[in-house]
Every structure is written in C-alpha cells, then in structure tokens.
C-alpha cells in the first residue's frame, strides 16, 4: 500500500510511467556495465608499488603494518606483537583453513581458540579477503571462516593480507569479489577495515579504542 | 523534535552569549576545515570526483523509482525484509511492530540522523523499551537529555569537563574517586558501559549512508565500530534509511565514498565501512538472524518533483556546516530542528514547513562557502534564496522587513531618484558622522552599533566613484592612443 503511493509519487515527480523502456533500459544498461570513475593517481600511475602505497596509507590511520615473507613467520610475528603490546597470549580464528595451518605450537602457552568471538577474547585474528592500496583498506568477508564479530570484539584485531591480494582501487576489490563468488554475491558482511576503532566525540580530540579494537595490525604475507 | 527553527533568533542570542558552547565551537577552523583542505589536497582527483559524484547523484534521483524496486527485490532475494513508510509515523509503527513481534526489550542504536527526523527513540521508550545510543557523541546526549547539534559529530557543542560532570552523574555505581581527566579515560568509561549492553540486546538499528540496487547491500560508514557491534549481536537487524539514499551500484558507492570521509572528518576513509546484504548465511555463525529495511519517504518524493530537487543528492557529510560562518557562531542547536547549518536552512522548510523553518535561510551571509566545499555541488545558497522568496510570497516575513523592502523597492524602480537620493544620504551621514568618521549608534541599527562602530561612508556613492574612475581611464587611453 505505502508502497504502491512512494513509487507512484516518486514516479509523477519524475513525470515517469511504469512502461517507460528507455529509462528502463538506462537502468539495466548501468546494473550492467557497472560503469567505473577513474582511478587515483596515486595507485593508477604506472609502476606505482602497490604494497608501499597500501602500508603507508594504512600507516598514517594508525594501524600497525608488518610485512613478513614467509607464512611460518606469522605465529612468530603475532606473539612479538601481543608480547610488546602486553596482551595475553592466544587469539580465536574462524574456521579458514589457511588459518587452521598456522602452526603456534613454537609459541610457549599459547592460547588458539576457533568460532566466532565471545566477550572475554583478547585477541581476533582474520583473513583479508583483499587489500585496497589507494586508502590502505582491507576487504573482510563474513562467514564461517573468517565470523564478522572477531574484529569488533576483542581489544586486538590481527589481519593477514596476502600480498598478490593488494589491489589498487575499491572497485577492483568488489570486481574480484564477483569473479570468485559469482556476479553481485555478497555476504551477510563485507567489512572494508582502515584503521582501528576511534572517535572524536570528547572535545574533537582523536581517541583509539572507541568500541571497536583499540589495536589493529595488518601482516602483509606471501600467499598462504 | 518539536521544532524551535522559528524562535532562530532568540535561538541564536542565547548560543552567542553560552561560553562553554563558544568555546567547543572555537575548535572547528583548526579542526574538520582544516582537516578536510588536508584531505582534499592529498587527493589531485578530488574537483573532478565532485562532478562525477554530482551526476551519479543526478542519475539516481532521475531513476529513482527503478533503482528502490531492483533495491527491494535485491534485499529480498537475499532474505531480507523491506518496509515501505510514507510518514514518519509509519515507520515508527513499522519499527515498533517488529521490535514487538521478536518479543524484544532492549535495543541498540547506531548513529541515524533520520530516526531523529522520526523520533525513533520517544516512540519505542513510550512501548516500554530500552534504547540505547551506542554512538559516543549520541550516548552522551542521550544521557542528557539533548539532540545532535551536527549531523557527523553530534555533541560537537560540548567541552570535556560537560561530559565528565555527565558521566559522574550517570554512572553512579562507579567509584567516585575515579580518574576521568583525559578524553581517553572518558571513552574507556563509555566502552565498559555500552559493552553490556551491545551484549543484551535483542535488536539493533542502524541508519545507512547508502543502499546499494545493485546488490541490496545497505551501508554505514563509522569508526567507533559501535554501528558493527549494534548489527552483528542482536537477533534482529533493522535499517532505516530514506528513499534517496538509494545508488545504482558498488562502483558507484565507491566514488561517493571517496568524497564523504574526506569532506566529513578529513580522513582518506574511516575506519569502518561495513556492507549488510541479508540476515546470517545458514552457515554463517554470528550476524543477525533477521534483516528488515524501512524505506522513509516523509516528503522526499514531493522534494523530488519540486524546484528543491537538488538539495537530495546530499550525502550528510556535513562540511557546509563546517564551513559556515553562521553555524561557526552560533552551533546547530539554534537552527532549533534535526539538520542545521545550510542543509538545514535548504531541506527543514520543505520537511516542517516554510512556516516553522523559513527563517533558517534568513541566517546565512550567502557568503557561498557551503556550495564551494559541498561534495555534491548542491547550490545552498541559491535554494536558501528561494526559501526566502516562497516566505516574502506567502507573506510571512516579518512585516518590518517587508516594509523596509517595500520601501527600498519603491525608490530603487526609479534608478535617477535613487541615485539622487542616495548620494543625498552619503553626504548627510559623512556629516553626521564628524570628525570620529564612524557612528556609535543609529536609529534601527542599535543590533549593529551595541557590538562594533559604524564606520560612515566617505561622501561619495560607489556609482559617482565608478563614474570618475571610467572617465579617468577613458582619457587615459585617449591620451595613450594619440599619436
Ligand atoms: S549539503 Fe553538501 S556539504 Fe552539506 S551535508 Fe549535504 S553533501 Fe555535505
């Protein structure tokens, strides 16, 4: 009923019919094409380093970025950081296999956990589904293997980001997303992540850790 | 909101004298607009991606009836539920009912400046609900008792010392001796409290900086991640958004958002942008186990069809309230309704009525800085004058201005007499003024003359000025041409 008089009066506004093929094609002509504004320069240019631009964006937001070579590196580089950040050892995952391979058994008494967060976590760890360099933005897909709450929950959020997975703009992350998942597939959520939580409601001044994790670290790695 | 949008000069008397308030104010030249030029100048694409965003914007609304069906179907297909409300009314209602059908008693709510515009909170509190603001600058004014007074940072009016005195007030189960002296202190105070309740809730409600037909996917852009929490916990997952936040596509989407965190905040992107499409996957082990979209119209379609239309592809980014010098000086609560500054001034007269907020676009310089930072390249200003010649039409400017217009209007037709007259003027005042070449005070100008002198013109008008310059330069070239 609201429905019928919103889409009627929006239509006589716009002086438009419900037959009108040309603005119907107009419309499939853009759900189609998916029509693209162009790039920033600063990862369009050629030759642009597409991994520094990304680290050094992600950087100036204030997350912490480690690059690491080799996958057995991670549970290393993940213990260094909580150990310096003086957080408990151990942190929960989803079920992504290429996480359930990472081997923290060199780690003394640490703590891996799987599922979607509880409220007492420390620690959440996910999968990058890609990285955006032109904002140093990181694409998570929610799901079994990587659950959405672990990156809002815990006080420390930890995501991997494969290397050949850094791309240069938004649009190509959502282009990839369609090649792997099928045209338009979008999951329950799809977090674009650049930063940890802050806010600036007190006296316009920047506080991290708002309600969000108040420490991000992005690990750019090789493919897992 | 009952609206205060025509009490907007007493409204602004009482902000101009309100110290703490000038004070917070005092911030936002060295704050968001610097932040913002910071930003903009970062990004070489930026002028160009302020056409692009326009046409986008432009595109929707020409399509808009196409783009919310394939939305509809979209949400739909992805086992979402969308509730189409015409009236604010209607989508309380709607909201209400599914909160009561999910058996719900408390509720979390991201930030939403559209379930302000309905009232959102006062009609779910009456059904003897729980709601609670999880939005730092919104919690805080929920617990006093206020509405935003900036449509991107709330409680952008108040000092530190406001918000600890608030929270020793609120949080009485707190040690009383306890540290609140640093802003982080205060935030951490906040995260402890609201944690409890993003983990009891049973609904959450989010507003949405876009709707995406493309894909059904709403989106909110934060960075607290309180909007995360408040949808990813709860059952229930309800958005409410209205009709012209609809964009055809991700592509598109992305454009926009290129341009939003960096007129907002300055930020090259905040910290969150989260996409919703639907409720959980079977799979899928958290999330909420239902989606609804309420779809509000409440006046936007007249809006569409009417000389207004531009003033709907603002995406709420907030920089031309930044940048006003009426907004800088007196705050958002003096425009006295949901939005202020020169989007209120443009949208709150066809949302109230040019009765109750007419007088908002009275409270502009037309200095044109809200149009030059505007993302959207909406013309506030020029709207803003139409506002005011719909109020002069309806006859509802206050009956001294119309005479002082009528007045003005009657010489000025007969452009000689006026000339005449006003050079007779010129010279009166100069001599009026003697030797001080200002007054202290005047006749119906005593507004102007308690704050600051009136200098007194000099003696000549600007057309008897412009008359002698041209004829000094003609003789110039006269006198350079002959040989
Ligand atoms: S009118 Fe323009 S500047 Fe103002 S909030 Fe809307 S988009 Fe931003």
């Not at chain 2, 779910?124 to 940072?153: C, F, K, M, N, W």
């Not at chain 2, 918000?163 to 609120?170: A, G, I, L, S, T």
């Not at chain 2, 009528?406 to 452009?415: D, I, M, N, Q, T």
């Amino acid at each position: 009923m609201s429905r019928a008089s919103i889409l009627g009066k929006v239509r006589s506004a716009l002086n438009a019919t419900t037959d009108d093929t040309e603005r119907q094609a107009t419309v499939a002509a853009r759900l189609r094409d998916l029509p693209r504004v162009t790039p920033p320069q600063r990862v369009a240019a050629p030759n642009t380093d597409l991994v520094a631009c990304f680290v050094g964006e992600l950087e100036r937001q204030l997350a912490t970025v480690k690059e690491v070579g080799d996958p057995s590196e991670i549970p290393p580089a993940i213990a260094e950081y909580l150990r310096a950040q003086n957080q408990p050892l151990g942190l929960r995952h989803g079920s992504d296999p290429r996480l359930a391979d990472l081997d923290f058994s060199a780690v003394p008494n640490f703590e891996v956990k799987t599922g979607p967060a509880l409220p007492d976590d420390s620690c959440g760890l996910s999968y990058a589904f890609a990285g955006v360099a032109e904002t140093g933005t990181m694409a998570l897909l929610s799901g079994p293997e990587n659950p959405v709450t672990l990156g809002f929950l815990p006080d420390t959020h930890i995501i991997i980001v494969p290397r050949d997975r850094i791309l240069a703009t938004y649009e190509d992350a959502f282009s990839l997303l369609s090649k792997e998942k099928g045209a338009g597939a979008m999951p329950r959520t799809l977090n674009l992540i650049s930063g940890p939580s802050r806010t600036a409601d007190i006296g316009g001044r920047i506080v991290i850790g708002a309600h969000g994790p108040r420490r991000l670290l992005a690990l750019v790695t090789a493919q897992l | 909101m009952q609206p205060t949008s025509h009490d907007f000069k007493s409204n602004a008397r009482t902000a101009l004298a309100d110290h703490q308030l000038q004070q917070a104010l005092s911030g936002l030249p060295t704050g968001l607009v610097a932040q913002r030029a910071a930003a903009r100048d970062r990004l070489p694409e930026f002028e160009a991606l302020r056409d692009y965003g326009r046409d986008i914007r432009n595109h929707c609304l020409d399509h808009l009836d196409l783009y919310l069906e394939r939305y509809e179907a979209q949400v739909t297909a992805a086992g979402g539920h969308v509730h189409w409300a015409e009236t604010a009314e209607d989508a309380c209602t709607a909201i209400l009912k599914i909160c009561e059908s999910a058996g719900a008693k408390m509720v979390t709510k991201g930030k939403s400046m559209v379930s302000e515009e309905i009232g959102l909170n006062a009609h779910l509190q009456a059904a003897g609900l729980e709601v609670v603001e999880t939005d730092l600058g919104e919690y805080i004014l929920q617990i006093r008792d206020e509405t935003p007074s900036h449509i991107i940072a709330p409680a952008i009016h108040l000092v530190q010392d406001q918000v600890e005195n608030d929270f020793r007030r609120q949080h009485q189960q707190l040690p009383k001796d306890r540290r609140l002296e640093e802003p982080a202190e205060l935030v951490d105070e906040a995260r402890q409290i609201l944690r409890q309740k993003f983990l009891s809730a049973d609904v959450g409600i989010t507003g949405a900086n876009f709707l995406i037909a493309e894909t059904g996917s709403s989106i909110i852009v934060t960075n607290e991640g309180n909007g995360d929490l408040t949808q990813s916990l709860p059952k229930l997952h309800i958005v409410i958004a209205a009709i012209d936040k609809v964009v055809p596509t991700l592509n598109d989407a992305s454009a926009l958002l290129r341009l939003l965190a960096r007129s907002a905040t300055g930020q090259e992107f905040t910290s969150y942008t989260t996409f919703s499409t639907g409720p959980r996957r079977a799979d899928d082990p958290d999330g909420p186990e239902a989606y609804h979209v309420i779809l509000l119209d409440n006046g936007r379609s007249e809006l569409l069809g009417s000389e207004f239309r531009e003033v709907l592809r603002c995406i709420r980014c907030g920089a031309c309230m930044n940048h006003c010098p009426v907004y800088n000086a007196v705050g958002g609560h003096a425009y006295g309704w949901v939005y202020p500054g020169p989007i209120g001034a443009a949208l709150n007269p066809a949302l109230i009525g040019v009765k109750e907020a007419g007088a908002l676009a009275n409270a502009s310089t037309f200095c044109g800085r809200c149009e030059s930072v505007c993302p959207m390249r909406i013309p506030l200003p020029k709207l803003m004058r139409r506002w005011r010649e719909i109020e002069f039409e309806n006859g509802d400017t206050p009956l001294l201005t119309r005479w002082a217009l009528r007045g003005w209007a009657s010489v000025a037709l007969w452009p000689s007499a006026y000339h005449r007259l006003s050079s007779l003027m010129v010279r009166a005042l100069r001599l009026g003024a003697g030797k001080r070449g200002a007054f202290t005070w005047l006749p119906l100008a005593s507004g102007w003359t308690a704050g600051r002198d009136l200098p007194a013109p000099q003696g000549r008008t600007f057309q008897q000025l412009w008359a002698e310059r041209q004829k000094a330069a003609t003789k110039k070239t006269d006198a350079t041409e002959t040989p």
